[in-house]
C-alpha cells in the first residue's frame, strides 16, 4: 500500500496538472462559445482547439499519471526511491508540465504556423510539443531504472504496455507535425496519423495507466482468473483499435476488419476488467 508520506511527497504534480486541466476545460468552453459569438483578441478557433486538445494530453493525463505511477512504484518494487532517482522524476515531470504550459501559449497564438521572431520564423508550437514528448521518453528511461529487476506483478505489466503505446503514439505526433512542417496533404496518411497518436494515447497509454493504478490499489484482483486473460486480450487489440477511427472511404474492408477485430478484443478485456 502506498504511503501518506510518498503519496504528499507527488501531491504537487497532481495539482499543477489538475489546474492544468482547469485551464484546458475552459478553453474548449472558450472554443465552443467562440463559434456562436466570434473569439476575442484575434484568436482562430483552429489555433484553440489545437490549444485545448494538447493541453489536455500533455499536461493534464501524461504529468498526473507520471506523478501517480512514481507515487506507487517504491511500495510495488518494494524499494524506496534513491535521491537521485527521486530528483529525476521530479525534474522530467516539472519539465512536462512547463512544456505543456509554453506548447499551450504556442498553439493558442500560432497553431501550426510559424512563429516571426524578427527576421528568423520558428515552429515555436511543435518544438516545445517535441520537447515535451522527449520528456515522456526520459520518463519512460527513469521508469525501467526504477523497475528494474522487480517481479512483473500486475500493475507493473500494465504500465509496461502502456508506456509501450506511449512511444508507439508518439510516433503518430511526430508524423503529424513533420506533415504540418512541410504542407504534406494526403487524406489518408493525415487520417492514419492522427488516429494512431490520438487512439493509441487514449486506448493506450491512458487507459493501460490507469488500470495499472486500480490494480496497485487492488492487489487481490490480480489473482483473479480473469485478470491475465483480460491484460493480454487489451494488449493484443490495441495496435489496430485506431484503424476504427479512419473514415470508411479511405481503407479498403480488409484493412477494416483487422481494426474491428482489434476493437472486439480491446471491449472483451476491458469488460473482463470490470469483472475483475
Not at 518494487?77 to 509554453?102: C, M
Amino acid at each position: 500500500m502506498m504511503t501518506d508520506s510518498n503519496s504528499s511527497a507527488w501531491r504537487w504534480a497532481w495539482l499543477c496538472a489538475l489546474g492544468l486541466f482547469v485551464l484546458a476545460g475552459s478553453t474548449g468552453v472558450l472554443m465552443r462559445f467562440g463559434l456562436l459569438s466570434g473569439f476575442p483578441w484575434g484568436l482562430q478557433y483552429t489555433n484553440v482547439r489545437h490549444a485545448h486538445s494538447h493541453l489536455m494530453y500533455f499536461g493534464w493525463v501524461t504529468p498526473a499519471l507520471m506523478a501517480l505511477m512514481a507515487a506507487w512504484l517504491p511500495a510495488l518494487t518494494g524499494r524506496p526511491f534513491s535521491p537521485t532517482l527521486q530528483s529525476r522524476f521530479r525534474a522530467i515531470i516539472g519539465a512536462v508540465l512547463l512544456l505543456a504550459v509554453g506548447a499551450y501559449g504556442a498553439f493558442l497564438l500560432y497553431g501550426y504556423r510559424p512563429a516571426q521572431f524578427g527576421g528568423v520564423r520558428l515552429p515555436l508550437s511543435t518544438i516545445l510539443a517535441s520537447l515535451n514528448m522527449l520528456g515522456w521518453y526520459a520518463f519512460i528511461v527513469v521508469y525501467r531504472q526504477a523497475t528494474k529487476g522487480a517481479a512483473r506483478i500486475s500493475p507493473l505489466r500494465l504500465w509496461d504496455a502502456a508506456l509501450g503505446f506511449l512511444v508507439l503514439a508518439s510516433l503518430g505526433a511526430w508524423g503529424v507535425a513533420v506533415t504540418a512542417v512541410f504542407h504534406i496533404q494526403d487524406a489518408l496518411v493525415s487520417a492514419i496519423l492522427t488516429h494512431l497518436f490520438l487512439d493509441l494515447f487514449a486506448d493506450g497509454w491512458f487507459v493501460l495507466g490507469v488500470l495499472g493504478l486500480a490494480s496497485a490499489a487492488n492487489p487481490a484482483a490480480s489473482r483473479h482468473p480473469w485478470a491475465a486473460r483480460s491484460e493480454s486480450l487489451l494488449i493484443m487489440g490495441l495496435p489496430v483499435v485506431f484503424l476504427l477511427g479512419i473514415p470508411v472511404n479511405l481503407l479498403p474492408p480488409f484493412v477494416r476488419l483487422i481494426g474491428s477485430l482489434g476493437g472486439l478484443m480491446v471491449g472483451l478485456g476491458l469488460w473482463g476488467h470490470i469483472v475483475v
